[in-house]
Nanobody
Framework: QVQLVESGGGSVQAGGSLRLSCAAS???????LGWFRQAPGKEREGVAT????????YYGDSVKGRFTISRDNARHTLYLQMNSLKPEDTAMYYC????????????????????WGQGTQVTVSS
């Protein structure tokens, strides 16, 4: 049984940093692990995804150069290092996982991920 549990959210001022963690269990070695976010009144959007089989990463345009996705396979944990945070980064952040192949055109589609965590709130104040 796949289980994803996020942690690390909180409140920070603009320009600050946070690191989110996602403890994953029940996953195979070759999995797409992603971070998504959803702000009130907005659709869920892909932030970043990593393929544990080879390390390929994908990033949303709004976070490129500021956020870094990584994973620790030994600890079965996914991370999202968020630097230079902006008020528009405020959202609920979700960890997601899926085994099906993805590419540059499909990685950010929430409907293509089967497993989801409960989310962790990130609030950035100006």
């Amino acid at each position: 049984q796949v289980q994803l549990v996020e942690s690390g959210g909180g409140s920070v001022q603009a320009g600050g940093s946070l690191r989110l963690s996602c403890a994953a269990s029940g996953l195979l070695d070759r999995t797409y692990l992603g971070w998504f976010r959803q702000a009130p009144g907005k659709e869920r959007e892909g932030v970043a995804t990593i393929y544990t089989g080879g390390g390929t990463t994908y990033y949303g345009d709004s976070v490129k150069g500021r956020f870094t996705i990584s994973r620790d396979n030994a600890r079965h944990t996914l991370y999202l290092q968020m630097n230079s945070l902006k008020p528009e980064d405020t959202a609920m952040y979700y960890c997601a996982a899926d085994f099906r192949p993805k590419n540059v055109d499909t990685w950010s589609a929430p409907g293509d991920y089967k497993y989801w965590g409960q989310g962790t709130q990130v609030t950035v104040s100006s």
